[in-house]
């Protein structure tokens, strides 16, 4: 069956960095494009970025443009999100989704909890 | 990058129906059929219950159905159940901004 599971979450200072993974197995990981998506404490879902199948295209939501990079490795079956620079407001849980096409999502991760505080 | 605007609650007996709209603007919902709804219950992951518009995943009840006009689109969940109540999300491709969310809408099941 279809899973995705993240990984990597952590409680971390302002100004510092961390690095998500997300592990996909039940399907071809190749063949699909995949998405984090952010939700911050009681509050609403936010689209954070999205990777083609092959990596050969990224797109962010503005607040992370210049500090968040998605990229995956499909020899590992791993999506993964480097975040630089955080900020409090980058505070949620992060959730890795699979894309099977055009814009939606349909398998979602469990997540994992992100907590930027000093 | 905005997001679409829901309606924060919505509320409905059992075997009633309950509709909930979700409005963007001419560069998200009005522009394209890639809208989709999702439900979450507390402590889970968000679940696909409809996309491009009105399209359900296997699985899904035929109890949910989507629709849109102009920039609004709606979810309607005829013959609601007690499992029903959670939050609801809409979601569009956004052009450049690629994909946005709506706020959410909290369902209560009286």
């Known amino acids: 069956q279809v899973q995705v599971v993240e990984s990597g979450g952590g409680v971390v200072q302002p100004g510092r960095s961390l690095r998500l993974s997300c592990a996909a197995s039940g399907f071809i990981f190749s063949n699909y494009g995949m998405h984090w998506v952010r939700q911050a404490p009681g509050k609403g879902l936010e689209w954070v970025a999205v990777i083609w199948y092959d990596g050969s295209n990224k797109y962010y939501v503005d607040s992370v443009k210049g500090r968040f990079t998605i990229s995956r490795d499909n020899s590992k079956n791993t999506l993964y999100l480097q975040m630089n620079s955080l900020r409090v407001e980058d505070t949620a849980v992060y959730y890795c989704?699979?894309?099977?096409?055009?814009?939606?999502?349909?398998?979602w991760g469990q997540g994992t909890l992100v907590t930027v505080s000093s | 990058q905005s997001a679409l605007a829901q309606p924060p609650s919505a509320s409905g007996s059992p075997g009633q129906s309950v509709t909930i709209s979700c409005t963007g603007t001419?560069?998200?919902?009005?522009?394209?059929?890639?809208v989709s709804w999702y439900q979450q219950r507390p402590g889970k992951a968000p679940q696909l219950m409809i996309y491009e518009v009105s399209k359900r995943p296997s699985g899904v009840p035929v109890r949910f159905s989507g629709s849109k006009s102009g920039n609004t689109a709606s979810l309607t969940v005829s013959g609601l159940q007690a499992e029903d109540e959670a939050d609801y999300y809409c979601?569009?491709?956004?052009?450049?901004?690629?994909?946005?969310f709506g706020g959410g809408t909290k369902l209560t099941v009286l």
């Open positions: 989704a699979r894309d099977p096409g055009p814009y939606y999502v349909d398998y």
């Open positions: 001419s560069s998200d919902v009005g522009a394209y059929t890639y």
């Open positions: 979601g569009s491709h956004a052009g450049s901004n690629y994909l946005v």
